[in-house]
């Protein structure tokens, strides 16, 4: 069950190794995909090209989502070298520091603007492009956080942001569903990636999960990596739409 073999698979938000999206991009190459990453510039290409070799990817390619032409030009090589796509991870986030750090009555119109983009935005413009590669369906998944729909102290503006990340894709998904595409989120509670050492006081939040949640445990990269591979696989072809925590049960009594 939940083998993804043949699958193609398009991997966009590796940092390093507890990144989220590499929890995902492993477990995906376990299950049989091939493997398609991106990184951002030159700065990070030195840290991910060695995991996206690692994991045997057959496409490497930068990713900037805010520079014009960049999106398309990642699609094009996979259209060009695959034609088609089956699965789209996207794992990227931003805000600019000092809105992140500041109240969000008080974040500017521009940090506002530049995290949406990033964010949300670029999501649904990645699924636009995906769309046609998934001419026989295809799966979609963006990552989220608690702080979505529960004040989460210090997460600031990225609650709205990741609010409207996951009506996105509730909306997304609608709207695909009938080409067989499914849309998804990934929850994770409280992990120690390097955009979260972002936030403030994040490590206390690590500590209140790790007494608070039911089974006592933080969420791994790992357990996200599972729960992707069953969301992208046959077995949940008919579940499309989700917010799925994953988070030992923090988000139920947070």
Not at 97 to 116: I, N
Not at 151 to 160: A, I, K, R, T
Not at 192 to 205: E, M, N, P, V
Request: glycine share 10%; aromatic share 6%.
């Amino acid at each position: 069950m939940f083998s993804l073999e043949g699958r193609k698979a398009l991997i966009v938000g590796i940092a390093n190794r507890e990144s989220i999206a590499w929890g995902c991009a492993r477990a995906f190459r376990a299950q049989g995909a091939d493997l398609a990453v991106t990184w951002l510039n030159e700065k990070a290409e030195k840290f991910v090209r060695p995991l996206a070799e690692e994991l045997e990817a057959e496409i490497l390619m930068p990713l900037d989502v805010t520079v014009p032409g960049s999106d398309e030009a990642v699609f094009a090589e996979i259209a060009g070298r695959w034609g088609r796509l089956d699965i789209l991870l996207h794992s990227i986030a931003f805000a600019p520091k000092a809105d992140l750090h500041g109240r969000v009555v008080d974040c500017s119109a521009e940090g506002f603007s530049l995290a949406m983009d990033i964010s949300v935005h670029s999501f649904l413009r990645m699924i636009r492009l995906a769309e046609p590669l998934m001419e026989g369906g295809g799966c979609c998944l963006s990552v989220s956080f608690l702080g979505s729909r529960r004040v989460v102290e210090h997460y600031n503006v990225m609650g709205p942001v990741k609010a409207a990340l996951e009506s996105a894709t509730r909306y997304a998904a609608a709207e695909l569903g009938g080409k067989g595409i499914r849309v998804h989120a990934l929850s994770p509670g409280p992990l120690a990636t390097r955009a979260a050492s972002g936030i403030d006081h994040f490590d206390a939040l690590l500590d209140h999960a790790a007494t608070r949640a039911p089974t006592r445990r933080l969420a791994t990269v790992d357990d996200v990596g599972a729960l992707a591979v069953y969301l992208a696989s046959d077995e949940a072809r008919n579940l499309t739409g989700g917010v799925h925590d994953i988070d030992g049960g923090f988000s139920i009594v947070a």
